[in-house]
């Protein structure tokens, strides 16, 4: 018969064609809203609603009056201020306020301990006047009841304020200890990179390789493009993937030869998986030597892998992006990126320029949905200083005491794939790789000088 080829399927071949297939129509947008995640915002708006609504009462509460239980509707509150202590009349009736009188003279009592308030001049109108001295225990009126106080109007409402502060600290105290417990469940990896294409540069070793084992392990049907200039090591890490060959391209690239472009590059990934997700520009080389000592060849060699290489590729994936209306491209760069150290004054030359480049990137693409995260890591035990450049060009081949004791690559990748699915525009991962950044914004010649004791010693 002359029917369609679709017609020719059975109806169990059309259902495994939909379970396994991984078109674009398929995938789930990486900008698109779940309903989980609606619901999760509800809650939390509803929680931080009823916090307002709660501190808002006890405002109201500590600035206006009270009703006396006892006296109900008929009763109001009024207060005497004195300089050295407080005469609070508490409550009295509405319809007896004619008969208290403008002001009290207290006159002595013989226990020493007691005084008896009269009064004189005028009718009162609350609230009391203040008045310099009156230690009343009693007054003789069978419409006023005051009491002594030992504190102050302005000292309890101070104490009411502190109060409210607390309890807000508290309130959104419980709210972050939640969310820091809802978020992983929220913020799940596996259904951000599901079906998703993900190209990773410097996959060969180091944090690129543990981004690309991390990546299977969370979200298994993540499909992988491994670049670096070693095609045999990428062999090797595909060997060690629990996955399916076809899902990982394995494709050798070398960013030094950015002055080629690299467009041929994304032809064959979009050929193979017919689009591209994100892309983890990893791949860079470190430095390890004096600026005076440094040849002109390896200040150009850093800048241009570790920078124009990274760029030429973040460019030729631009266009693909913007043609989808969505993308997120994800750069490796270094806290020597926020703070120079000696000894690496042109690698981290690089990762400044990497972070002006992205966050400008960011600025110019937000409207085509395009999303950028720089991760800033800090001391991971990577063979980076073992493979760094040396001022004559040379590899150093030593491994730095630091870097040898630095956060395990698996836990570095853990933490920026969540970070990654979470679209944050920076992560600091790695030891101390907050608190130097922080530093160097807060208090940046503090910094210069632990710098300088790290160093001599």
């Given at each position: ?5 679709s017609s ?23 900008t ?42 008929q ?10 202590d ?18 009290l ?18 009718f ?18 069978l ?15 101070m ?62 049907s ?14 090797s ?14 494709l ?18 979009l ?10 520009n ?26 124009l ?5 973040t ?79 040379q ?28 679209r ?24 210069y000088?632990i ?7």
């Open positions: 018969m002359n029917g369609s080829p020719n399927m059975s109806e169990d071949d059309t259902k495994l064609m939909s379970e396994f297939d991984l078109s674009e129509s398929s995938e789930l947008p990486p698109s809203i779940t309903h989980s995640s609606i619901v999760l915002s509800i809650a939390i708006l509803s929680v931080v609603v009823i916090i307002f609504l709660i501190v808002l009462c006890k405002l109201v509460r500590c600035l206006c009056f009270q009703q006396n239980p006892n006296n109900h509707d009763t109001e509150r009024i207060s005497s201020v004195i300089q050295s407080i005469s609070t009349i508490h409550w009295y009736p509405q319809h007896h306020r004619s008969q208290i009188k403008h002001s003279s207290c006159d002595h009592i013989n226990d020493g301990n007691r005084y008896t308030c009269t009064t004189k001049d005028g009162l109108s609350p609230p009391l006047p203040s008045y310099n001295r009156c230690h009343s225990n009693e007054v003789n009126s419409d006023a009841n005051i009491t002594r106080s030992s504190i102050q109007i302005n000292q309890q409402t104490n009411e304020f502190l109060n409210i502060f607390f309890q807000i600290i508290l309130y959104f105290g419980i709210i972050a200890i939640i969310a820091y417990f809802i978020y992983p469940l929220h913020n799940n990896i596996e259904n951000y990179f599901k079906n998703n294409v993900v190209w990773i540069t410097g996959a060969s070793s180091g944090i690129g390789r543990a981004l690309a084992k991390e990546l299977i392990r969370l979200s298994p993540t499909r992988l493009v491994l670049s670096a200039r070693r095609e045999d090591e990428l062999h890490l595909v060997a060690e993937l629990p996955v399916n060959p076809d899902q990982c391209l394995v050798p690239l070398d960013l030094e030869t950015h002055e080629y472009g690299f467009q041929s590059k994304v032809d064959i990934v050929d193979r998986f017919n689009q591209i997700d994100v892309l983890i990893n791949a860079g080389i470190s430095q390890r030597s004096l600026i005076k000592e440094t040849k002109y060849a390896v200040d150009t060699r850093l800048i241009s892998i570790n920078f290489g990274t760029i030429t590729l460019k030729a994936v631009l266009s693909h992006f913007i043609q989808r209306q969505k993308g997120h491209f994800v750069v490796v760069t270094s806290v020597a990126g926020y703070a120079a150290t000696s000894l690496r004054s042109s690698y981290a030359a690089s990762k400044h320029a990497l972070h002006a480049f992205f966050d400008a990137l960011r600025l110019e693409h937000t409207k085509d949905h395009i999303d950028v995260t720089i991760v800033c890591p800090g001391f991971v035990k990577t063979n980076i200083s073992i493979n760094a450049l040396e001022g004559s060009g590899l150093h081949n030593k491994m730095d005491p630091k870097t040898e004791k630095g956060t395990d690559p698996t836990v570095c990748a853990y933490d920026i794939l969540h970070g990654i699915a979470a944050k525009h920076e992560i600091y991962v790695g030891h101390l790789a907050s608190i130097v950044i922080y530093l160097r914004r807060l208090c940046p010649q503090l910094l000088r710098f300088l004791r790290t160093e001599a010693s």
